[in-house]
């Protein structure tokens, strides 16, 4: 499945893998580690490539992830808040454009 960018460029993503239970994906491997290719991928539609605004993707794995005592979900709360409320988010990536 090839995705394009606002910018024309195009990425196959199902070349791409996810991987759950990993502290790192250098060095010795866990064997809790598990990697999954990717079937689908949905881009925000506020996405720009070049303030990174929205920068949020859902994706679809090929495969369900089998949770243990090192892979599990996250938890997901169904609160709204108010505009302005201070709220905290974990990932990997920039946190700003360019990576400043």
Known sequence: M???WSDNTE??????QVVVG???I???KDPSHRRFYIKRAVV???YSQSSYSHDV???QLSSRIKFNKKVRPICVD???FPPGTACMTTGWGSTH???K
């Open 97 to 99: 454009p360019k990576g």
């Open 44 to 46: 925000h539609e506020g």
């Open 11 to 16: 990425m196959n993503i199902t070349k791409l």
């Open 78 to 80: 169904d609160s709204v």
């Open 57 to 59: 993707m859902l994706l």
């Open 26 to 28: 250098k060095g010795e």
């Open 2 to 4: 090839l995705y394009r």
């Open 22 to 24: 990993a502290h790192t």
